[in-house]
């Protein structure tokens, strides 16, 4: 069965400090790892798609990596509007579902 | 684009009633996903559509539950015989169906069964 585990469940930075974020995964032949934004209340908004290993992609403050077994989101000098619930979540091989970890709640304190 | 847009937010109904959500898909996406979320976790998958061919569908659903596509446009989500267990998130997302392809979430239909 296709699992994410996302790391820390909680994470609180001071504006500035830089960190990552991990999504650990297990799939019968991934197809793709997303990344996803949550704000309270709201839908996911799309931040990147990963496809494979070695694979880096960048916006604004954000990085999305991709290993064989791990995905790691660094976010530099972060600003209180990053303030969020960040997803991550792959896709198979044959299935068109995205399997979804619980997230990361990430608040950043001015 | 205008981004997918769902109809209600939010719908509080008592147990043992029958709802029915609305999801508009981005124009021009082909796939069309239903997810569910619950407090603390990540979405669900439900089900999903290619135009009005309902193609894959998650254990999670239910007899109770059911979705249609008719036209391929817009779809619908009806839960009948609504239990306390219902209440959640239930999102819609939409891609274009070219392959490798993101999906796009609406704002979701909060649905609280008392």
């Known amino acids: 069965e296709d699992q994410v585990t996302q790391s820390p469940e909680a994470l609180r930075l001071q504006e500035g400090e830089s960190s990552s974020l991990n999504c650990s995964y297990t799939?019968?032949?991934?197809?793709?790892l997303f990344w996803y934004r949550q704000d309270p209340g709201k839908g996911p908004e799309f931040l990147f798609t990963?496809?494979?290993a070695g694979e880096e992609k960048e916006k604004e403050r954000l990085k999305a990596t991709l290993t064989k077994k791990e995905s790691f989101l660094h976010i530099t000098a972060p600003k209180p509007e990053d303030s969020a619930t960040y997803l991550c979540?792959?896709?198979?091989?044959?299935?068109?579902?995205?399997?979804f970890g619980k997230g990361t709640k990430l608040t950043v304190n001015p | 684009d205008t981004g997918v847009s769902q109809d209600p937010r939010h719908k509080i109904t008592k147990r043992g009633q029958n709802v029915t959500f609305r999801c508009d898909p981005i124009?021009?996406?082909?796939?069309l996903y239903w997810y569910r979320q619950t407090l603390g976790q990540g979405p669900e998958f439900l089900t999903y559509?290619?135009?009005?061919?309902?193609?894959?569908k998650s254990r999670l659903l239910s007899d109770r539950f059911s979705a249609e596509r008719p036209k391929g446009s817009f779809s619908t989500l009806e839960i009948q015989r609504t239990e306390q267990g219902d209440s959640a998130m239930y999102l819609c997302?939409?891609?274009?169906?070219?392959?490798?392809?993101?999906?796009?979430f609406g704002p979701g239909t909060r649905l609280t069964v008392t």
């Open positions: 559509f290619q135009n009005e061919a309902q193609l894959e």
């Open positions: 124009s021009e996406h082909n796939r």
């Open positions: 997302a939409s891609s274009r169906g070219t392959g490798w392809d993101e999906q796009y």
């Open positions: 979540a792959v896709q198979a091989g044959g299935s068109e579902k995205l399997v």
């Open positions: 799939v019968s032949g991934l197809r793709g």
């Open positions: 990963l496809y494979s």
